[in-house]
């Protein structure tokens, strides 16, 4: 009997639904290792693990049921997903649009289309993963910004710099902050880090608005303070160095310190008064 009702538990859809959803994640996670990018597989490994804890906690009120129309198109964007996989073999935009579109056709092939909204949470911080940072660029020059911020953390620590444009110019070499430097993906990264804080808990109306601000805040102060002392190496005759905060493992040390201060941040700002935001919502 114990062989036979495991049976039927492995037919029943929503073990289907959680193999095809493995396997969904393992692909976009082999994909993204390819990339070379820490930062980007990071954020989507997080993101990805968020998703899944948030559907455990809710998995029993959740309502499974889904008509012929909802199935077919879900399992259609599976083939899209697994069809574009296949030519795949460095970065794609594909790639951050690959987490929304396999949370579409599970929710579709879970819930159908009057289920969607069961996923709200889930589907938002699949979509963030979408956005490309060039659009940040097109909406602000952030190169020039972080360029100008820069400027002013070496000039205020003693150093004689000179800018001109997005270069900075000291007294034994320049550096250039062109968009890969100038921090836009450690904005994106630690915006996720906030939406996925804001849901996850209970905060007042005010800390919505504060909690993203900060976060940008701290990934371009960060970042700024990267490119400053990449600026100094290089006017230290220090390729090496450079090398290393540049490309290497050093650029990911920065994202660990922005994340470690706006985790500092959230606990000490608002997690240790929890309680007192429960209460101002229940008001």
């Avoid at 538990?9 to 990018?37: C, F, M």
């Avoid at 902050?177 to 906030?194: P, R, Y």
């Avoid at 230290?236 to 905060?245: I, R, V």
Wanted: glycine share 8%; with cysteine; net charge positive.
């Amino acid at each position: 009997m114990t062989e036979i009702n495991r049976l039927k538990q492995v037919q029943e859809p929503k073990y289907w639904l959680l193999g095809i959803a493995a396997g969904l994640i393992a692909l976009h996670l082999t994909l993204t290792s390819r990339t070379n990018d820490a930062d980007l597989f990071g954020t989507m490994l997080l993101f990805w693990g968020v998703v899944a804890f948030l559907i455990w906690e809710r998995h029993e009120s959740l309502t499974f049921e889904s008509g012929v129309f909802a199935s077919c198109f879900g399992a259609s964007l599976i083939a899209l997903i697994l069809l574009k996989s296949s030519s795949i073999y460095g970065y794609d935009f594909f790639i951050r649009a690959t987490p929304f579109l396999s949370g579409i056709s599970l929710a579709l092939l879970a819930s159908g289309t009057k289920g969607l909204k069961q996923y709200w949470q889930e589907l938002m911080i699949l979509a963030y993963t979408a956005i490309p940072p060039g659009l940040i660029g097109v909406l602000v020059d952030v190169p020039k910004l972080t360029a100008k911020f820069s400027a002013f953390i070496l000039h205020y620590i003693g150093f004689e710099v000179v800018r001109n444009g997005v270069f900075l110019i000291l007294e034994k070499g320049s550096v250039e902050v062109n968009h890969g430097c100038s921090g836009v993906n450690a904005v994106l990264q630690l915006l996720g880090l906030a939406l996925v804080f804001l849901l996850m808990f209970p905060t007042t109306t005010a800390q919505k608005i504060i909690v993203p601000i900060v976060a940008v805040l701290i990934a371009f102060s960060v970042n700024a303070g990267r490119v400053a002392l990449m600026a100094v190496l290089v006017s230290l005759s220090q390729p090496q160095a450079f090398k290393y905060w540049h490309e290497g493992s050093g650029s990911v040390v920065f994202s660990m310190i922005a994340v470690l201060i706006f985790g500092i941040f959230c606990w000490f700002a608002i997690l240790k008064n929890e309680p007192e935001n429960k209460k101002k919502q229940n008001c």
